[in-house]
């Protein structure tokens, strides 16, 4: 069993930073691709960012590539995600992801992810 743990969420204005992390329990994680994703109100949840187990391949939602960037210690048994230039549309629930067979954002494979954190909210003002 993996639990994961977010933090870092806030309140921000348009243009504002902030660093999203997640803390997963587990033997496994170095094992685990893992996954950011995102729900607005009243919208499906949708991927953000995602990474390999060994942080060597990441993949980006068109909607923050070159804003948002994913990272992982695998000795710390962390993933991060460093969001810059925030816009409005960014604001949602920002959830941590942990897949055994699945290193992606497609929201078609959103069930490959086995494990998921509670969320941390994001809010972005104009």
């Known amino acids: 069993q993996v639990q994961l743990v977010e933090s870092g969420g806030g309140s921000v204005q348009a243009g504002g930073s902030l660093r999203l992390s997640c803390a997963a329990s587990?033997?496994?994680?170095?094992?685990?691709?893992m996954g950011w994703f995102r729900q607005a109100s009243g919208k499906e949840r949708e991927g953000v960012a995602a990474?390999?187990?060994?942080?060597?391949?990441?993949g980006y939602a068109d909607s923050v590539k070159g804003r948002f960037t994913i990272s992982r210690d695998n000795a710390k048994n962390t993933v991060s995600l460093q969001m810059n230039r925030l816009k409005p549309e960014d604001t949602a629930m920002y959830y941590c992801?942990?897949?055994?067979?699945?290193?992606?954002?497609?929201?078609?494979?959103?069930?490959?992810?086995?494990?998921w954190g509670q969320g941390t909210q994001v809010t972005v003002s104009s």
């Open positions: 992801a942990a897949s055994w067979s699945y290193c992606g954002v497609d929201g078609a494979h959103i069930s490959r992810y086995n494990y």
């Open positions: 587990g033997y496994t994680y170095s094992s685990l691709c």
């Open positions: 990474i390999s187990p060994s942080g060597v391949a990441t």
